[in-house]
Every structure is written in structure tokens, then in C-alpha cells.
């Protein structure tokens, strides 16, 4: 059985920081082409940032020099690093794997971050 367990979101402050996580079991995260999206109430879900194995990393310019995605094969994880965090950065983060041929995808079950005073 193939699960995504996404887990670091929580409450934070402006301009603070949070580390999310998205460990994989049953999968070998590393044949796989990771992302984050992020859905925010009343909203559609939303890229965030996505990367390929042969290294393309893009993001969206709402969250350009603030986040970072990266992987760890030996922890078969995807991060998203979060900086200077704003208050529209909050919504339900989700990480999500595509094979490179598009033929299989999968998602986490979401962790809700909150960014407010």
C-alpha cells in the first residue's frame, strides 16, 4: 500500500518558518517527480512548487525566494522549506509524486498550515 504522510505544518507568526515533510511508504519516492500544492478555504488547489529528478525546480511566484523544495532518497522524503511566511500563505499544504511518464500520481492527505498573528 502506497502512502504520502505530510507532517510540519502548524500555526506561525509573519515572517516565520516552517519545515514540511512528506515521507513515503510502499514507494520509492525517488522515481518519482515531487510537488506541494496548497488549497486555501473558498480557493482551488494551487502548485507551489514542484521539482524533477533531472533537477527542473520551479515555483510560484507568490512563494519565489521564500520557499524551497528538496528531496532525501535516503529518507525517501520531499521537503518544502518555508520562509518569511504571510498570512495568504495559509491553506492545506499536499505533497504530491507523478512518475515521469505521468502514468501514476499520488497524494498526501494534506497538513494545514496557519500563518497569523
Known amino acids: 500500500q502506497v502512502t504520502l504522510v505530510e507532517s510540519g505544518g502548524g500555526l506561525v507568526q509573519p515572517g516565520g518558518s516552517l519545515r514540511l515533510s512528506c515521507k513515503g511508504s510502499g514507494i520509492l519516492l525517488g522515481y518519482f517527480n515531487p510537488a506541494w500544492y496548497r488549497q486555501a478555504p473558498g480557493k482551488e488547489r494551487e502548485l507551489v512548487a514542484s521539482m524533477t529528478r533531472s533537477g527542473k525546480i520551479d515555483y510560484a511566484d507568490s512563494v519565489k525566494g521564500r520557499f524551497t523544495i528538496s528531496a532525501d532518497n535516503a529518507e525517501n522524503a520531499v521537503y518544502l522549506q518555508m520562509n518569511s511566511l504571510r498570512p495568504e500563505d495559509t491553506a492545506v499544504y499536499y505533497c504530491?509524486?507523478?512518475?515521469?511518464?505521468?502514468?501514476?500520481?499520488?497524494w498526501g492527505q494534506g497538513t494545514q498550515v496557519t500563518v497569523s498573528s
Open positions: 504530491n509524486i507523478v512518475s515521469p511518464a505521468g502514468a501514476s500520481t499520488y
